[in-house]
């Protein structure tokens, strides 16, 4: 598989990923979002970051990709206002991964 990277979101926010080299997709709506994460999936893109707020408006469409190797659907900070979603989906991933939270110790007893 290529290493192909692509960019999803709204204009303002993934414009200069283009600049980069990444394929980038302008979408600000839900099925502009959804439409362009599945184009990208089946155009064979391993890597797929996606604006906070992108993500927000397609969940079922992110959800859908969860169990696949690829692609990996990545969300990222993408405008003023962090959401924190990309960091709550890693503390998820490495939870699933190693079945306990490793990151942030949140569940255990503090010594």
Do not use: C, W
Not at 37 to 51: D, E, F, K, N, S
């Amino acid at each position: 598989m290529k290493n192909k990277i692509a960019v999803v979101g709204g204009r303002d926010s993934v414009m200069l990923f283009n600049a980069a080299g990444l394929e980038v997709r302008y979408a600000s709506d839900g099925k502009a979002v959804e439409k362009a994460i599945h184009a990208l999936a089946r155009a064979g893109y391993p890597v797929i970051y996606i604006t906070e707020e992108a993500a927000e408006k397609a969940p079922e469409a992110i959800k859908m990709y969860d169990r696949e190797v690829f692609p990996a659907i990545i969300p990222v900070p993408g405008g003023n206002q962090p959401k924190g979603l990309g960091l709550r989906n890693i503390k998820k991933n490495v939870e699933k991964a190693v079945g306990a939270d490793i990151l942030f110790g949140e569940g255990r007893e503090q010594a």
